[in-house]
């Protein structure tokens, strides 16, 4: 069982649907990271919040706009997205702050645009 | 900029069989994780290796990182079907930045 939660696991949207993918998890982790991944391919990164502040964003284009309500929730929003954003997005937090620590991934959503 | 080149892409075996798959960086790590993903799932934390020459081992899989700390290898001793998935390093340089993910080994395992 991971202690990252993700929802939905699943998602299917329009080009020009807004929806909001959610993650959360409850090891007081200061760390959190949005990633993308291709099928057969390593994870790449998006976004990383330290302490609840947008630290990293790896150039990622506008129609994806990171949202840290708090210290355990992560959201990613999504708008006008194209058929190759279509990935598994994964969620993981790391206790500290720094890329010398282990990092705990969710489960993912899987995300279809049409 | 920095990359992590892992080797090989694919890995079939006959369950008992060894496996090993390697990690080469272009520049100095100051450490190497590795993480396992199994076909469907998300990437699971294995371990961390930090000094150079380190060698770690958990069960059956044996996490090596060379001595001038540019490659790392992980070694599965008598495979099992439980080791099936794909197998990622991931880098960080001395310099700080973040973790470079190798483009992984897919190792299957034939029962």
């Known amino acids: ?6 929802t939905p696991k699943h998602l299917v949207m329009g080009m ?4 909001s993918l959610k993650c959360e998890q409850h090891m007081g982790h200061r760390a959190m990271y949005w990633y993308k991944q291709k099928a057969k391919k390593p994870p790449e990164l998006m976004f990383v919040y330290s302490y609840e502040k947008l630290s990293i964003n790896e150039s990622v284009p506008s129609r994806f706009s990171p949202e840290c309500p708090n210290s ?4 990613l929003h999504l708008h006008a997205l194209q058929p190759e954003d279509s990935a598994l997005y994964l969620c993981a937090s790391s206790q500290g702050v720094g890329f010398n620590q282990p990092q705990h991934f969710g489960d993912g959503t899987r995300l279809s645009i049409l | 900029g920095q990359q992590v080149m892992q080797i090989p892409q694919y890995q079939h075996v006959q369950e008992g069989e060894d496996f ?5 960086s272009s520049t100095t790590l100051s450490n190497i994780q590795w993480y396992k993903q199994r076909p469907g799932g998300h990437p699971v934390f294995l ?3 930090v000094k150079s ?6 069960k059956r899989l044996t ?11 992980l070694h599965i001793t ?3 079907t439980t080791d099936v998935g794909t197998y990622f390093c991931a880098g960080l340089n001395n310099q700080g930045g973040k973790l470079i993910f190798g483009q992984g080994t897919e190792l299957s395992v034939k029962p």
């Open chain 2, 53 to 58: 020459g380190e060698v770690k081992k958990q």
């Open chain 2, 78 to 80: 008598a495979t099992q």
């Open chain 2, 63 to 73: 996490f090596q990182f060379g001595e001038a700390k540019k490659n790392s290898s």
């Open chain 1, 72 to 75: 355990s929730l992560l959201n």
């Open chain 1, 16 to 19: 020009t649907n807004k929806k």
């Open chain 2, 47 to 49: 371990i961390q290796l």
């Open chain 1, 1 to 6: 069982d991971t202690e990252v939660t993700q």
């Open chain 2, 20 to 24: 090993t798959t390697y990690c080469n």
